[in-house]
């Protein structure tokens, strides 16, 4: 009877180390269409999602927290240092003027945790404009508890836009999740920014994006959702065809700037 004991313990512990061992974030696919990896998956939309990734923004604009990704939270501050360098960039070439102001269009930004993330740095940027574009949901309890005069929220590109000229589109781990991503792009350069930064980007070196689904785990979302991974030379292409060309590469993404008629 011990000896069973014994083994079932063990079996058990095996068990729960390779629990404790999977990652966090898993991919599956190809799919051969958005439909078919979007079966049984969330919505960002999801109350319990816009719940948890509101509490956790809330939690860092109110300091009890020094960054939020998702909805987690961190004590201690981490910057995504090429990113900010090229948020840094666009303020230095578009400030033409000590009235004009510098806006950032935050596509997918939730409720502004890449701004929040780097407040520190970007309160140096005098005139700053930070218009993130979501979700009704997010865009609605965005503007409620965590929009100022900097920091507002809007549901489309078209509506942030009108807000002032944008100088660049941020894309921060949120164009890969949209069912229509170059439907997006055209919006985003149809108010011809001068500069699109993309970060966080799932990328292939592939001839073609791919459909693959994303599966979550905790201590971040149980769930999973459908997303693009981008083919570098397509995605390349698809930009300079709109009028953008690369002008650096970031460690998971791209600087893109307007080319000169």
């Not at 696919?29 to 049984?40: D, H, K, L, M, V």
């Not at 923004?57 to 501050?77: D, E, I, N």
């Not at 929040?116 to 609605?140: C, E, K, M, T």
């Amino acid at each position: 009877m011990r000896r069973f004991a014994q083994r079932v313990l063990r079996g058990a512990r095996r068990r729960l180390g390779r629990l404790r061992d999977r990652p966090a974030i898993t991919f599956s696919g190809p799919y051969p269409s958005w439909a078919q990896a979007s079966r049984e998956t969330r919505s960002f939309a999801a109350p319990e999602i816009v719940d948890a990734v509101h509490a956790a923004t809330l939690a860092v604009k109110q300091g009890r927290a020094a960054y939020s990704t998702g909805r987690l939270t961190f004590a201690a501050p981490a910057h995504r240092w090429p990113l900010l360098a090229a948020l840094l960039h666009v303020a230095l070439q578009c400030r033409t003027s000590p009235e004009r102001p510098i806006h950032i269009l935050d596509f997918g930004g939730a409720f502004g945790a890449a701004y929040f993330q780097h407040r520190r740095f970007l309160d140096a940027v005098p005139g700053l404009l930070w218009s993130v574009v979501d979700l009704p949901a997010y865009v609605a309890r965005g503007n409620a508890d965590l929009a100022d005069a900097r920091l507002q929220f809007f549901d489309t590109i078209a509506a942030a836009a009108a807000r002032a000229p944008v100088d660049a589109v941020l894309f921060c781990g949120s164009l890969e999740y949209v069912e229509d991503p170059d439907a997006v792009l055209r919006a985003a350069t149809g108010i011809a920014p001068r500069f699109l930064i993309f970060a966080l980007l799932h990328m292939t070196d592939g001839p073609e994006h791919l459909i693959k689904r994303q599966r979550s785990r905790p201590p971040r979302f149980d769930a999973a959702f459908a997303l693009w991974f981008f083919s570098k030379t397509k995605l390349t292409g698809d930009l300079q065809a709109l009028g953008y060309d690369p002008v650096a590469a970031l460690p998971d993404g791209f600087l893109f700037e307007r080319r000169a008629p």
